[in-house]
């Protein structure tokens, strides 16, 4: 019996990978949550455990920013959810149509806007809805329909869900890139037996189709959930670290920065935007959780 | 860690590459005013370095909303300029008292200001002065004469004046009243509510009463100001919700507005960009003969990073601020930037003459916001700007705004409790 030799060759192979990733993502995390456990009292660090969670949520003060922030950002992935998947869903299926002609520039047209950056996009927007020198007044005005422009980035009503259908905009080359992937392993033998027994059309599509994309689906569902719970840059760019209108496009992210650097006068406190970015950490580990234990175990998967 | 040994070697790599170069010491000026980079590289820097070889200086600014955040991560790093641009009251005091700037009382230069300029940059107790004064700003309007003249409207002294104006100017329809946005909602409080705000409360008078707590901000002095903000959206453009800072300094210059709420620290941009005559009012008074109040804010000074690498060249630099020779070439650089020093200083552009020339008409005092009161959380002047954009659109009362803002001050600033 000899000695289980130590297997030198995994360790060397794993090392650079762990090492950067325990580097730049693990210990800053583990570090911003410890930080989140203290405050400074006249320029010293003191620990006063969960205070600052006790603050952020029962002192009126916060918690109203801390509802109304995390209230937006399930307003901002409904939004996602209900607009940008299942167009998403259907420009797939549109595209993986044999007959479809010129598909791929259809493709690549609408997967563009996800490569560009925020900033970009968020100033494109801008300038396209600005009511004085934007295109979105004078196209409504030549149909006739110019009573319907409204400066939306600027109404407390509206502001958020314009913001959100731009986001929208920007990111639906990504279900769709991934469906029309499922749906293009799709193994014809399967679709032929379908036809055979009378299954076509549309109904092929929702009776055979969609069971077996669904995993698919449930996978672009939590990058969603995690993307939007994740988001700051478009915002922060079109409305600012103050999300106006009153604090009507504020979420997690532009609150936790806001409080972590501060704001003209406002003095940035590291610890409670420490306290709010673990509060963010601690919904999406949640959300991930419920959706990998209570989502994906049951899914029935099918052998292709 | 990683991040201090990276710079280690990035830092060596420079030392490298510039060791076989003459040793000019180099300075680097953190500040907010990315509009003034040109004057920056084109006047200042030059007479200061004809001066003074040996020494280079880069003026690196960022946006006025990230200045203070990207500044305070800079400093923490260690990565910040040698020179640091200072707001004025408790922004820069909380950098000297974590260490971050140098205690300038020893500079002779200091002598050239006032006390009352160089209060903004003390401690509470006068102590220690930790930045060198620079210049204030001044608020009030600037109009476009030519179509002031084109609609027959003398320029208004008091409210019904300035009121009876922009409804002519909005009858006439071919000028937009009034260029101001409630987007980025600074404007609305900086140039709204602090513009016209100190004819109300009476300018210093009103300002220490309400610091020592024995005015409230739910007191008509400092409600009444919201109650005729509510007044000006009918004269701001179309979609205003969503006009830009930008957008509205446009609209203004490329003249399709008449009338703009200004600090003087347009002045430079405007005289470059407008094609038209311009002229400024002061924040019109309430009734006829009442004294004037303006807001003559302290607002830029400029410190030494405690953790600088050249603390000789930095203090020349500095000293060099502080003297009258550069108090004329900055105001005069600068219009619309008043210098503090004691030494007055001959103004050339009228529009700038204009706006100082009020210093001797009216009592001048400070934005109210600024000193003490933004110490806490909620903090008073980023509270007082959602208050304003709230006031011109309409969508809280000002009695309502006034006891939402009470409230806030009153849950952590002791005298109002």
Request: aromatic share 12%.
């Amino acid at each position: 019996m000899s000695v289980p030799r130590i297997r030198w060759h995994i360790i060397v192979f794993l090392a650079p990978a762990t090492l950067v990733y325990t580097a730049v993502m693990i210990f800053p995390l583990f570090n911003t949550l410890r930080l989140a456990l203290y405050s400074e009292v006249e320029q010293v660090r003191v620990f006063v455990g969960l205070e600052n969670f006790h603050t952020l949520f029962f002192d009126p003060i916060w918690s109203e920013q801390f509802w109304n922030a995390i209230g937006n950002n399930f307003w901002f992935f409904l939004i996602h959810m209900l607009v940008q998947n299942p167009i998403g869903v259907a420009l797939a299926a549109i595209l993986s149509h044999p007959r479809l002609r010129f598909a791929a520039l259809y493709r690549s047209a609408i997967f563009i806007p996800t490569i560009l950056s925020f900033v970009i996009v968020g100033f494109a927007w801008k300038l396209i809805l600005s009511p004085i020198w934007g295109i979105a007044p004078s196209m409504l005005d030549a149909v006739g329909l110019k009573f319907l422009f409204a400066p939306w980035l600027g109404k407390e009503e509206y502001a958020l869900t314009t913001l959100a259908l731009i986001s929208v905009w920007q990111f639906v080359g990504i279900p769709m890139m991934l469906i029309y992937a499922a749906l293009l392993s799709i193994p014809d033998e399967i679709l032929e037996a379908g036809e055979i027994e009378g299954i076509t059309g549309m109904s092929a599509f929702w009776k055979l189709k969609l069971p077996l994309i669904l995993p698919s689906i449930g996978i672009i569902s939590i990058l969603t959930f995690v993307g939007n719970f994740n988001a700051f840059d478009l915002i922060y760019v079109a409305q600012g670290a103050l999300a106006g209108p009153d604090f009507s496009t504020d979420i997690l992210g532009t609150f936790m920065y806001r409080t972590f650097f501060g704001f003209q006068l406002q003095l940035g406190d590291p610890h409670m935007g420490s306290a709010i970015a673990g509060a963010m950490f601690a919904i999406i580990l949640v959300g991930v959780c419920i959706y990998l234990f209570g989502i994906q175990t049951r899914m029935r998967r099918y052998q292709l | 860690m990683t991040r201090n040994s990276l710079k280690l070697a990035l830092a060596t790599i420079g030392l490298v590459a510039t060791g076989a170069q003459a040793q000019d010491v180099s300075l680097t000026i953190e500040s907010w005013r990315n509009d003034d980079l040109a004057l920056w590289q084109q006047e200042i820097i030059p007479a200061f370095e004809a001066e003074h070889s040996g020494i280079k200086v880069i003026f690196s600014p960022s946006a006025p909303t990230e200045y203070n955040a990207a500044l305070n991560s800079k400093l923490d790093a260690g990565s910040a300029g040698d020179i640091i641009t200072c707001r004025p009251f408790d922004a820069s005091l909380a950098l000297f008292e974590a260490g971050h700037l140098t205690d300038l009382d020893d500079m002779e230069a200091m002598n050239n200001f006032s006390d009352v300029a160089k209060s903004a940059w003390q401690t509470d107790d006068g102590s220690a002065t930790f930045c060198v004064p620079m210049a204030s700003v001044i608020h009030g309007f600037i109009y476009n004469a030519d179509a002031f003249a084109e609609l027959g409207i003398e320029v208004p002294a008091t409210e019904a004046e300035f009121f009876a104006a922009l409804d002519t100017i909005k009858e006439d329809g071919s000028y937009i009243p009034m260029a101001m946005g409630t987007n980025d909602q600074w404007e609305a409080a900086t140039m709204g509510y602090n513009n016209i705000g100190p004819n109300y409360w009476k300018g210093e008078e009103g300002r220490r009463a309400l610091i020592a707590g024995e005015q409230k901000l739910t007191d008509d002095p400092w409600v009444a100001p919201y109650e005729t903000l509510a007044k000006w959206g009918d004269y701001l453009g179309d979609g205003y919700e969503a006009q830009t800072y930008p957008d509205s300094q446009n609209l203004f210059t490329l003249g399709r507005a008449a009338i703009y709420p200004a600090g003087s620290w347009e002045i430079a941009g405007f005289n470059a960009q407008a094609d038209f005559a311009m002229g400024a009012f002061k924040p019109p008074v309430r009734n006829a003969g009442d004294t004037c109040y303006i807001s003559d804010h302290t607002d830029i000074g400029i410190g030494m990073n405690a953790a600088t690498a050249n603390p000789e060249a930095a203090k020349t630099f500095l000293a060099w601020v502080g003297s009258p020779e550069f108090a004329s070439i900055f105001g005069n650089a600068l219009p619309g930037f008043f210098p503090l020093s004691k030494t007055p200083v001959e103004l050339t552009d009228p529009l700038a003459k204009e706006f100082v020339s009020w210093r001797g008409e009216c009592e001048s005092t400070i934005r109210s916001t600024y000193q003490i009161l933004s110490r806490g959380t909620p903090n008073l002047e980023n509270e007082t700007w959602g208050a304003s954009v709230a006031a011109i659109k309409g969508t809280s009362s000002p009695a309502e705004l006034g006891q939402k803002l009470q409230e806030g001050l009153a849950s952590w600033y002791a005298p109002q409790q």
